[in-house]
Each structure stands twice: as C-alpha cells, then as structure tokens.
C-alpha cells in the first residue's frame, strides 16, 4: 500500500469517526435539552418506563411485525389522578432508525374508556398536490385497519381518517360533540384504546423551526382538553 492509498483509508476512518461522535453528542445533547424542556413543564425523566406502561404505547402504534420499537427520552407526571407521560418512539427494526413519534403524550386515566381508534390527519391545503398526498396516505392507513367514516361533522372529516374495528361502539363513542371538539385540532395524531390515548403531532404541523417546549406546552393543554372530553 502506498503513502496515497494510506493517508485517504486513514482519512475515511477519520471521517467515519467523526460523524460517530458528532451523532453520539447529538443525541446526547437532545436528551438533555429534553429534560430540561420536561423538567420545566414539571415533567420528572425517567430513564426507562415500567413494561407495562411501555408495552401499552408500543401496541398503540405497532402496525406490522417488522417493527422494532422502543421508547425513549421519556418524563411522566400525575395530575389530579390521571398519569401524562412524554416520550419519542423510534423504529430500529429496518437498516436504519426511524422516528415514529417525537415528543408525543400518552395519556393514562380510569376515567378513560376508549375504544380501540386511530386518527391519522389528511393534508388539509387545497390544490392538487394535497389530493395526491392523500389518497398516497389513505392507500397506506386501509392496509392497517377498517376506515370508517361517519358523515357527522365535515370538519372533521376533513382533517382526518378514522381507523378502526369495532364500528357500531367507535359510531357510539365518537358522536356530534366529541367530533366538533376534535375538530378543534389539526395535524395531530391519535391512537386510543381502554385507559390510554397517545396525542403527537405531524411533522409538517410546525412551520420552520421547532419550539419543542411551546409545543409540548400547547399540547400539554390539549391533551387534558381531551382527557375531559372522553371522559365525559
């Protein structure tokens, strides 16, 4: 091996080592600034949540058996009874890892008897470029469930696709006030069932940079709205 050949191998290994710490302190530096941000909104980090609260958020978002999923950079908080945990989940199960959810909630209560649902928001722009996107999304959702559509309240169709199986008791639930309530918010991400619903936003749901703990504040706020509203 000749000098030249030598130094560009040691110059991949240097580059390769590099981007490895550079990755490393990334992550390592989002933990923290998600602790803060979760410490700040009175949220106390956890670095690994009990199996039994863990494998109720995975089930809510497992949808295929490829899957590999994992919770992290998780804080929790009780309030007047009912639990409310923040976490990310990401997907390592392909060759590469995937953020499935970022600062997501997931909300625990005994007042909360929920059937089993998604809501998967539409693009709501108008133009031909949305249409395509979401007739691409709704091609994707019908080969994880049963869509359902109500015809109750228009808004609310058209912010959203609803999934599920059980229809005649999601029909019973999901009626005029509870659909006009969810119709309220846009671009976010709902799975239910019995006691615990996970509440996240869309990427494209923030414009330009991410406030994270604005963000986490407002849907903090939206979470309980709901909270009230199902178990009423």
């Not at 600062?103 to 059937?115: E, I, M, T, W, Y």
């Not at 599920?164 to 029909?171: L, N, Q, R, T």
Request: proline letters at 2%; hydrophobic letters at 45%; charged letters at 25%.
């Amino acid at each position: 091996m000749d000098v030249r050949t030598l130094l560009l191998a040691l110059a991949v290994v240097l580059i390769f080592c590099l981007i490895l710490f550079w990755m490393i302190r990334s992550v390592r530096q989002g933990r923290r600034e998600r602790g803060q941000i979760a410490s700040a909104l009175g949220f106390e980090p956890v670095d690994e949540l009990d199996e039994k609260t863990a494998s109720q958020i995975i089930g809510l978002h497992r949808h295929t058996d490829k899957q590999e999923l994992m919770i992290v950079n998780a804080a929790e908080k009780t309030v007047s009874g009912s639990r409310f945990v923040i976490f990310d989940l990401i997907d390592h199960g392909g060759d590469s890892v995937s953020t499935l959810v970022n600062a997501g909630l997931a909300v625990f209560s005994v007042d909360l008897h929920l059937p089993r649902f998604s809501l998967i928001p539409r693009v709501a722009e108008k133009g031909r470029l949305a249409e395509i996107s979401n007739r691409f999304l709704e091609m994707l959702i019908e080969k994880r469930s049963n869509r359902i559509q109500l015809n109750k309240n228009k808004v609310f169709e058209a912010r959203y696709f609803l999934l599920g199986d059980d229809v005649p008791e999601i029909e019973g639930f999901l009626d005029e006030y509870r659909q006009s309530r969810l119709s309220q918010f846009a671009y976010r991400h709902l799975e239910a069932d019995a006691d615990c619903f996970t509440y996240s936003r869309y990427v494209f749901a923030t414009r330009g940079k991410r406030n994270t703990q604005a963000d986490l504040k407002r849907d903090i706020s939206e979470a309980r709205t709901l909270l009230a509203v199902f178990s009423s």
